[in-house]
């Protein structure tokens, strides 16, 4: 690693204090930033330890929930409302990395992880995410964990979140606070950025910005799902998965909120497929035509182009589960 | 820099670089080497320890953050004259060939079985609210963080499940 400073900060104004500057970052969990230095895809040379701040605990907000910034994946995925009210979450967290890493990693640190691009990861090889203007080998290289949706000329990483998916289905807030000490609430869909020409920019975060806690509102449907698919059993991350919101009314399909991982560079999600569904009765004939608007964009680079056809078996599978009432 | 580490009850102070993992400051500064280094990325659990009660990668967090933390290694969980009983099964079970993963394999499953006791729910449990039956298909799920490169699995499953019985008939 190369050589930082480090510093302990005891609460969020000091935090926010010693994060300033172009070489901070923050620490909290730390087991993709830790990783990342080791390898010097990232350099910082001051890390803000978080680890002290008062920002855990799961407790009820108005009719949902506000989760602590700090909140670890297993403390999160074992809470007993989560279990009971957003079971999606439990499972796509249940589904990412493994226990010593659940352990560790924290709800905010989840939704800013890193892309596992093999080229972002390999600093001998150019890549604009890593090294803006530096070119992209993954265009025209090996693709298998690589973008169907949402790429750009520049890039096509996947961002890799599991947890990020469901919260996006549950329609999460992001509460961030900025060094002026005021505190505002980013919708999950408005918080990550698509890559442009600049894909080094991931979201909506401003420099020294802090994310304190994540809110979800009471669920909007009860039929909750996540489904992964992966090349090992576990342990690995998403080649396609999908997180479904869905809430019957009678035997139409009254409330649909879709979101997708593993298949573009952000956390994935097409208003206009839910738009679809909702108020429909379920059919395979609906499906098809939700994956047919899901993927109308879809591109493949060669080693993904199983992803399209998955994608849309994934959707059409979740979907009927979720409509015939399968338990998440 | 200063840390002061509570490693198996004992105070331990480190004056390290802040780049020190954790696993580095146990292996090189104080010599405990019973956690060993795999890949040093958090992918083969050889390195794993029970900080807190819980069990954690220590290659992919450093010694300076865990000032204060209640740290347990191999090193605490037992002796040659008087193992655990998780290190007692697994070798009764032949849960290893060459050994280099097991000190983390049997920190991990060591800390595994508390959060089975919690009422943890796994990837691979039916019922996420329900009684959590330790089958083998969860064993394996839950401890899919500690690889073997000898793949001594079923027998590490063994030894983990014989474990779980003799505590839960305890």
Not at chain 1, 128 to 147: E, F, I, M, Y
Not at chain 1, 308 to 324: C, E, F, N, Q, S
Not at chain 2, 92 to 113: E, K, V
């Amino acid at each position: 690693m190369k050589r930082f400073d480090y510093a302990r900060a005891a609460d969020v104004a000091e935090a926010l204090r010693e994060g300033q500057g172009d070489g901070a970052a923050f620490i909290a969990g730390g087991t993709n930033l830790l990783d990342l230095m080791k390898l010097r895809v990232l350099t910082p040379d001051r890390l803000v330890d978080i680890n002290r701040l008062a920002l855990g605990g799961i407790e009820r907000d108005g009719d949902g929930l506000r989760i602590g910034a700090l909140v670890t994946n297993s403390d999160l995925a074992a809470d007993e409302t989560v279990r009971r009210d957003y079971p999606v979450l439990s499972r796509a967290l249940l589904a990412g990395a493994s226990g010593q890493l659940r352990n560790k990693a924290t709800t905010g640190g989840n939704l800013l992880q890193r892309t596992r691009c093999y080229y972002f990861y390999d600093i001998a090889m150019p890549c604009n995410k890593r090294d803006p203007g530096s070119g992209c080998q993954a265009r025209g290289g090996v693709t298998r964990l690589h973008a169907i949706l949402g790429g750009s000329d520049k890039c096509i990483a996947t961002h890799p979140s599991d947890m990020a998916v469901a919260m996006l289905a549950l329609k999460a807030e992001v509460e961030v606070e900025g060094t002026d000490g005021a505190r505002r609430r980013v919708p999950l869909d408005d918080f990550y950025v698509p890559p442009g020409d600049t894909p080094q920019v991931e979201t909506v975060l401003g420099a020294g910005e802090l994310i304190t806690a994540v809110i979800l509102p009471l669920p909007a449907g009860d039929r909750q799902i996540y489904a992964k698919v992966r090349d090992r059993a576990s342990y690995a991350f998403a080649l396609v998965s999908c997180a479904a919101v869905i809430g019957m009314d009678g035997d139409r399909i009254g409330h649909a909120a879709l979101a997708f991982g593993g298949i573009a560079p952000r956390p994935w999600r097409n208003a206009e497929v839910d738009g679809l569904l909702t108020g429909q009765a379920p059919s395979d004939d609906l499906f098809r035509r939700a994956a047919d608007l899901l993927l109308a964009d879809a591109k493949g680079h060669g080693g993904n182009d199983f992803k399209i056809p998955l994608a849309r078996r994934v959707l059409i599978d979740t979907l009927r589960k979720a409509t015939r009432g399968d338990a998440a | 820099m200063r840390t002061e580490l509570t490693i198996n009850g004992a105070t331990h102070a480190l004056e390290a670089d802040a780049r020190t993992t954790l696993l580095d400051a146990l292996r090189d500064h104080l010599g405990l080497t019973g956690s060993k280094k795999g890949c040093d990325h958090g992918q083969c659990g050889a390195c794993t320890v029970i900080v807190n009660g819980r069990r954690i990668n220590a290659c992919l967090t450093l010694a300076c953050m865990h000032d204060g933390d209640e740290i347990v290694t191999i090193e605490g969980l037992g002796t040659a004259e008087a193992p655990s009983e998780m290190q007692r099964a697994f070798v009764a079970h032949d849960g290893y060939q060459c050994g280099y993963c097991t000190p983390g394999q049997i920190c991990s499953a060591t800390a595994m079985l508390d959060e089975v006791a919690q009422g943890w729910p796994s990837h691979v449990s039916d019922d996420l609210t329900g009684e959590m039956d330790l089958s083998d298909a969860e064993i394996s799920e839950r401890m899919s963080g500690n690889l073997c490169r000898c793949a001594a699995y079923p027998n590490i499953v063994d030894a983990i499940r014989a474990t779980a019985r003799k505590e839960a008939a305890e």
